[in-house]
């Protein structure tokens, strides 16, 4: 119970990697507010937590940032940590993404975060407080398919070198995870186009994937979660500015 007594902020966490870390903060003794657009699962998710409850935003939207993190403030009395999840990226060819496609990359997964963590950090600073941006590997290793995401992603590490550096003056911690191939929806949906194509089962298909990607296997959301916990416990407390890939072994650059 490493967090215990102590708030979180967790946004993308109606599914996938941001329910997974609500999950484990709640597991070590933090009050979650859960925030996402999806209201009726975000309900369900977080009335089966201890101490925790929902607030439904879109956080590309102008104020929602500000509406979550005083929600947070409002319910707990303050706000102790901070974890963007939210903002998955369209993957596709260069030239059929157009600019609302790069418009809605950008709008929620960076400005959501941007938003969150302005409105978060006099929180925070109160309190020695601390943030993780979940960004992804693909802003370290450009792909032609993804090219809306990787600089979305390459974004939100400098976003978090740039806090951490602040953060050293007024006392926030500031980190970020990427993660690599994970068993989320989206990665399950490539399984079984693979599974139908190769005439494959289903575990033979992500194994298949697994390897054209140069992995063992792919990870889960719990590990991310695993790692953030970390990140966002008393063992980190000498981590400012990191961003750890957490990926199998995918990206093989210094």
Known sequence: MTLSGQSALV?????????????????????????ARSAEA????????????????????AGAAEAAVAEAVKRFGGLDLLVHSAG??????????????????????????????????????????????????GGRVASADFTVGGAVNAAMANLTKALADRGVRDGVRVNAINPGSIRT???????????????????????????????????????????????LGPEASYIQGSVLDVDGGWVRAV
């Open 11 to 35: 946004s993308g966490a109606s599914r996938g990697i941001g329910l997974a870390i609500a999950r484990r903060l709640a597991a070590e003794g933090a009050r979650v507010l859960l925030v």
């Open 42 to 61: 975000l309900q369900a998710e977080a009335a089966a937590l201890p101490g925790c409850a929902a607030f439904a935003a879109d956080l590309a939207g």
């Open 88 to 137: 998955a990226t369209p993957r596709g060819d260069f030239l059929s993404l157009d600019d609302h496609a790069w418009q809605q990359g950008f709008a929620l997964k960076l400005f959501g975060g941007v938003g969150l963590c302005r409105a978060a950090w006099p929180h925070l600073q109160k309190v020695s407080g601390k943030i993780v941006l979940i960004a992804g590997v």
């Open 185 to 231: 929806d989206r990665l399950t949906a490539r399984i079984a186009t693979v599974q139908q194509e190769q005439g494959l089962d289903a575990e033979a298909a992500a194994a298949a994937l697994a390897a054209s990607t140069g992995v063992a296997r792919f990870g889960t959301p719990e590990e991310i979660a695993a790692a953030t916990a970390f990140l």
